[in-house]
């Protein structure tokens, strides 16, 4: 029987990674809010109305791990609190809270939507289908934000359904970056505009929201710019999880090593909230779980050598009309900042489209 105890906060893909690679050699602990985890890929297909929300809602019931309905109020390096006051003692933790939605910052109204999640997406589902015509604002409303590539694909597959069912509707996508992800290298900042351009959105690039704005109906910038729209779908600020209060770091991002530990010892955080140079994608949240639950097993002797796992994202966008194209980044020269990324896009095309579900279904099969 494992002697040491090792607990786990979130099931998204850094936490399950991390809790997959520590059973059998501890006692693992894996503290999910109702035990239960939701693919956040699903968003897009959930706003379309391809798909209910409920699609992307798994039970967590992974095999050789503890899991603990509830919602931590507290990590520290040797504890979690829950809370409803419960401590659950650990010899090391690992967080993967994620970043948190503050869609309190987005103005409510009938035509205004925050909707960065699938059930989100849902509350929006039919304001989507139902405008004929007019103008659909994606917007942006600051920098970082989890699955980079995802408001590009929102708007291209708004834009295809539109055309596809004759609606005179009009799609403008606005974002603070000068160029589209231009973290990820001109090749695929043009990619981005090429394909907006060919799908007929209008790509407002450089566009710092004033988000209170949006109750007038007309979305202004912070230098005096402005777009018109009948229809707003909101990317809301992310905020630092109020569970990694006080720990350093910039913004809503934790400072950490380079095998995600952070300043305090026994305590990492991997996934969206982890301040490195990679994208905020699945596969990296999965890689640097894995990362962080070997250090953390090598710490309490339970493993002789922890290796650096490096990532491998492969982001799918949807251009409409059934078609994806595929970013595809590999590290081989290590994680940043020593190495940079190597890209490669595919698409794109139909056949792609079978790639998102396959990510799903291995997602599904994870928990």
Not at 62 to 83: C, D, H, I, K, M
Not at 332 to 353: F, H, N
Request: aromatic share 6%.
């Amino acid at each position: 029987m494992p002697t040491a105890s090792i607990a786990v906060v979130g099931a998204g893909p850094g936490g399950v990674a991390a809790a997959r690679r520590l059973r059998g050699h501890a006692r693992v602990v894996l503290v999910e809010r109702e035990g239960e985890a939701w693919y956040l890929p699903g968003t897009v297909p959930t706003l379309l109305g391809e798909a209910p929300a409920e699609r992307w809602r798994a039970r967590l019931s992974p095999a050789g791990v503890e899991v603990v309905p509830g919602e931590a109020a507290e990590v520290s390096g040797g504890s979690v609190r829950l809370g409803g006051g419960a401590v659950v003692r650990a010899d090391a933790v690992i967080a993967a809270p994620g970043l948190a939605l503050d869609a309190a910052a987005v103005p409510e109204a009938a035509n205004v939507f925050a909707f960065w999640s699938p059930s989100g997406a849902a509350r929006a589902t039919r304001a989507v289908r139902s405008l004929r015509e007019g103008v659909v604002a994606v917007v942006v409303a600051a920098l970082p934000y989890r699955c980079p590539p995802a408001p590009y694909g929102v708007a291209m597959q708004l834009a295809g359904l539109y055309r596809s069912l004759g609606r005179g509707v009009h799609v403008v996508l606005t974002t603070p970056e000068e160029e589209p992800l231009q973290a990820l290298g001109e090749e695929v900042s043009r990619f981005l505009r090429r394909s907006c351009a060919s799908e007929g959105v209008e790509l407002v690039t450089a566009f710092r929201p004033e988000l209170a704005s949006l109750a007038s109906g007309s979305l202004r910038s912070r230098d005096g710019a402005s777009v018109g729209f009948d229809l707003a779908l909101v990317v809301p600020p992310h905020r630092r999880s109020p569970l990694l209060a006080g720990l350093p770091g910039e913004g809503p991002l934790v400072e950490v090593s380079s095998r995600f530990e952070t300043a305090e010892e026994g305590l990492y955080v991997v996934g969206d909230a982890a301040g490195t140079g990679l994208p905020r994608a699945a596969d990296a949240a999965a890689a640097a779980g894995t990362t962080a639950a070997e250090d953390a097993l090598r710490r309490l002797g339970l493993l002789e050598e922890a290796a650096a796992h490096l990532p491998a994202p492969e982001c799918y966008v949807g251009h409409g009309g059934g078609r994806y194209s595929r970013i595809s980044l590999r590290y081989p020269e290590g994680l940043p900042p020593r190495g940079g990324a190597r890209v490669a896009i595919e698409g794109p095309s139909a056949s792609l489209a079978a790639g998102f579900e396959e990510a799903f279904h291995s997602w599904r099969a994870l928990r």
